[in-house]
């Protein structure tokens, strides 16, 4: 491609990503003048076929789109990955969860992918799978509850921490750690032998029973390796690459560990992955997760519809949801504001605080009987007296 061509791109009035995909297109083409020509000008004549019209009332085109065929949703989980005990939530409370802004899903999930040496040795997979899983500290060895010294005594199993990768004195610093940081409980000492790799735990009130029962708890509990919030990994092999499925989400936790290949890692967290990765990435995030919990029920929504919903989330910096406590609720219009929910309540707050409505937006003058200002209600036309 010529640098002429490249030019005349990069000065079309076309979006930047159309003009990224041509040129990548066309290098790898062999063309005439005449004939990039014609390309240029009938991209041009589509994108302005595209375009909206003035005066388009695209927010109710867009809840009419999504909103009719959210109609034919199901309301079901998935069994994912193949295994019974990983469930996701798809359609209808998924794309609710999705609108909702929710801070957590209801099954919060990570596809993990891994770096290139990782991605295809089994054994290093596992490692990081073992890295990332939660592992409680009797997955590591015996837990015992000696009643009549009133502690709890952990056995750490040798074999089992080799294969693990994790060293006995790690487990040892750890457990009393975690116990105290995550779990805020305190009413115990902790004395270590890592010589016979073992552990106790002594609840600091000798003479209650109810005690030692609950310091055992939290010794059972407590998580020694990988992250807290993922239950659970597993590890399938697709197109010749080994990747992870999680049952929990910890965006930022699951970043730190080497192998992980960060830049397709993904969750299904939109709260998380804004606040982690930007505000765009969260926009980014609501419009692949509205559009693959779509297709899966086979209904096909135009893309530019869920882009503005996503904006209107994103618009302000944080991603806030479609509802009372979001958008609808934070509208200039009282009337508009009283049309969605707790109508009452709206109405008496703008009563006390005096506001007035300027009758601009389609709910609040569909409610007097006015025509709205959208459309052919835009336009208003001025009959010029005749002068003879």
């Given at each position: 491609?010529?640098?002429?061509?490249?030019?005349?791109?990069?000065?079309?009035?076309?979006?930047e990503?159309?003009?990224?995909?041509?040129?990548?297109?066309?290098?790898?083409?062999?063309?005439s003048d005449?004939?990039?020509?014609?390309?240029i000008?009938r991209?041009?004549?589509?994108?302005?076929n595209?375009r909206?019209e003035s005066?388009e009332?695209?927010?109710?085109?867009?809840a009419?789109?999504?909103g009719?065929?959210?109609?034919?949703?199901?309301?079901?989980?998935?069994?994912?990955?193949?295994?019974?005990e990983?469930?996701?939530?798809?359609?209808l409370?998924?794309?609710?969860?999705?609108?909702?802004?929710?801070?957590?899903?209801?099954?919060?999930?990570?596809?993990?992918?891994?770096?290139?040496?990782y991605?295809?040795?089994?054994?290093?997979?596992?490692?990081?799978?073992?890295?990332?899983?939660?592992a409680?500290?009797h997955?590591?060895?015996?837990?015992?509850?000696?009643?009549?010294?009133?502690?709890?005594?952990?056995?750490?199993?040798?074999?089992?921490?080799?294969?693990?990768?994790?060293t006995?004195?790690?487990?040892?610093e750890?457990?009393?750690?975690?116990?105290?940081?995550?779990n805020?409980?305190?009413?115990?000492?902790?004395?270590?032998?890592?010589?016979?790799?073992?552990i106790?735990?002594?609840?600091?009130?000798?003479?209650?029973?109810?005690?030692l029962?609950?310091?055992?708890?939290?010794?059972?509990?407590?998580?020694?390796q990988?992250?807290?919030?993922?239950?659970?990994?597993?590890?399938?092999?697709e197109?010749?690459?080994?990747?992870?499925?999680?049952?929990?989400?910890?965006?930022?936790?699951?970043?730190?560990?080497?192998?992980?290949?960060?830049?397709?890692t993904?969750?299904?967290?939109?709260?998380?992955?804004?606040?982690?990765?930007?505000?765009?990435?969260?926009?980014?995030?609501i419009?692949?997760?509205?559009?693959?919990?779509?297709?899966?029920?086979?209904i096909?929504?135009?893309?530019r519809h869920?882009?503005?919903?996503?904006?209107?989330?994103?618009?302000?910096?944080?991603?806030?949801?479609?509802?009372?406590?979001?958008?609808?609720?934070?509208k200039?219009?009282?009337?508009?504001?009283?049309s969605?929910?707790v109508?009452?309540?709206?109405?008496?707050?703008?009563?006390?605080?005096?506001e007035?409505?300027?009758?601009?937006?389609?709910?609040?003058?569909?409610?007097?009987?006015?025509?709205?200002?959208?459309?052919?209600g835009?336009?208003?036309?001025?009959?010029?007296?005749r002068?003879?």
């Amino acid at each position: 491609m010529k640098d002429s061509h490249i030019k005349i791109i990069d000065e079309a009035n076309l979006p930047e990503k159309t003009k990224n995909d041509l040129k990548k297109y066309l290098s790898e083409k062999d063309f005439s003048d005449e004939m990039f020509d014609t390309i240029i000008s009938r991209i041009q004549e589509e994108y302005a076929n595209t375009r909206i019209e003035s005066c388009e009332a695209v927010g109710v085109i867009a809840a009419q789109s999504i909103g009719e065929p959210g109609t034919q949703m199901t309301m079901r989980t998935f069994h994912y990955a193949g295994v019974a005990e990983i469930n996701v939530t798809l359609g209808l409370p998924r794309l609710i969860e999705i609108m909702d802004a929710r801070k957590s899903p209801s099954t919060p999930t990570m596809t993990i992918y891994l770096a290139d040496d990782y991605s295809t040795n089994r054994d290093l997979a596992r490692e990081v799978s073992w890295q990332i899983e939660a592992a409680p500290l009797h997955e590591f060895g015996d837990i015992t509850t000696d009643m009549l010294d009133m502690k709890v005594n952990v056995q750490l199993n040798r074999d089992v921490c080799k294969k693990r990768k994790i060293t006995i004195q790690e487990i040892i610093e750890r457990a009393p750690q975690k116990i105290k940081d995550k779990n805020h409980y305190r009413d115990f000492e902790f004395e270590d032998d890592a010589a016979n790799a073992k552990i106790s735990f002594l609840p600091k009130d000798r003479e209650s029973y109810q005690n030692l029962f609950t310091l055992a708890e939290h010794v059972r509990k407590v998580i020694v390796q990988g992250i807290d919030d993922i239950e659970r990994v597993v590890v399938r092999k697709e197109n010749g690459e080994y990747i992870l499925y999680t049952e929990g989400s910890n965006l930022k936790g699951v970043f730190e560990v080497d192998g992980v290949d960060t830049t397709r890692t993904r969750t299904n967290n939109i709260a998380e992955i804004s606040e982690v990765l930007g505000i765009e990435a969260g926009r980014n995030a609501i419009i692949d997760e509205a559009l693959s919990t779509l297709r899966e029920q086979g209904i096909a929504v135009d893309v530019r519809h869920i882009m503005l919903v996503a904006d209107m989330m994103c618009i302000e910096g944080e991603v806030k949801q479609i509802g009372r406590h979001g958008i609808a609720g934070e509208k200039e219009s009282v009337l508009s504001r009283a049309s969605f929910e707790v109508t009452v309540n709206h109405l008496l707050d703008a009563a006390v605080a005096n506001e007035t409505d300027i009758l601009e937006g389609v709910t609040e003058n569909v409610i007097v009987g006015q025509p709205i200002q959208l459309g052919t209600g835009d336009v208003r036309l001025i009959a010029k007296p005749r002068v003879d």
